[in-house]
Each structure stands twice: as structure tokens, then as C-alpha cells.
């Protein structure tokens, strides 16, 4: 069992950033391979990064790619999302998923163990 709980979101101007936290309960966190996906109302969910479960490897979605970067620290059991050159159609809320794989993934059937989400809003 993982329990994700998300962090860092709030209130940004476009063109600004926002550091996402995603805390991770268990021992078993570097196991896990981790994403980010968020949701805008009246959209569904989609997919922004992820990253496999040693960090060697991310992915992202085209519409953020040089934009954000995901990171973890298994040590402290935490995944970061880093938004940088915020767009407003970047604002929805933000979750964290964990995958018991070692391989990330953009496919959010394949995560297990979602967070609660956390809200980003980008003003213009």
C-alpha cells in the first residue's frame, strides 16, 4: 500500500513557476515507478510526466516538454514536479500516481496509487 499526498500548488502569473511535492508512506517507494497527471474542469485526465522508479529515465507530454522536469528523491520518498514558463492552460489539478513498475508510463491504467491532487492556477 502507498499513500501519495501532493503539495506546492497555489497561484501564479503566466510565464512564472511552481515546484509540485509528492510525498510517498511505505518502503517500498523506490520500487515504484512515479507520474504526474493533471485534470482541468470539463477535460479529462491527462498525462504530464513520469519517471522510472531509479530516476533514470522521464517522459513527459509534448504540450510540457522543456517546460517541466520530474525528479525524485527515494531517499526522502518524494517526487517533484518542477513548472517552469507557466501557461494558463497549464491550471488544473495536479496528481501524483505511483506504478509498481520499474519503467515509467503516460497510461494512468497502469498506476495504482493516486494522490489526492493539488490545485494550479495560472493567471494571464
Known amino acids: 500500500q502507498v499513500q501519495l499526498v501532493e503539495s506546492g500548488g497555489g497561484l501564479v502569473q503566466a510565464g512564472g513557476s511552481l515546484r509540485l511535492s509528492c510525498a510517498a508512506s511505505?518502503?517500498?517507494?523506490?520500487?515504484?515507478?512515479m507520474g504526474w497527471f493533471r485534470q482541468a474542469p470539463g477535460k479529462e485526465r491527462e498525462f504530464v510526466a513520469a519517471?522510472?522508479?531509479?530516476?533514470?529515465?522521464?517522459y513527459y507530454a509534448d504540450s510540457v516538454k522543456g517546460r517541466f522536469a520530474i525528479s525524485r528523491d527515494n531517499a526522502e520518498n518524494t517526487v517533484y514536479l518542477q513548472m517552469n514558463s507557466l501557461k494558463p492552460e497549464d491550471a488544473a489539478v495536479y496528481y501524483c500516481a505511483a506504478a509498481p513498475s520499474r519503467y515509467g508510463s503516460s497510461y494512468s491504467a497502469r498506476y495504482d496509487y493516486w494522490g489526492q491532487g493539488t490545485q494550479v492556477t495560472v493567471s494571464s
Open positions: 519517471i522510472s522508479a531509479n530516476g533514470g529515465s522521464t
Open positions: 511505505g518502503r517500498t517507494f523506490s520500487s515504484y515507478s
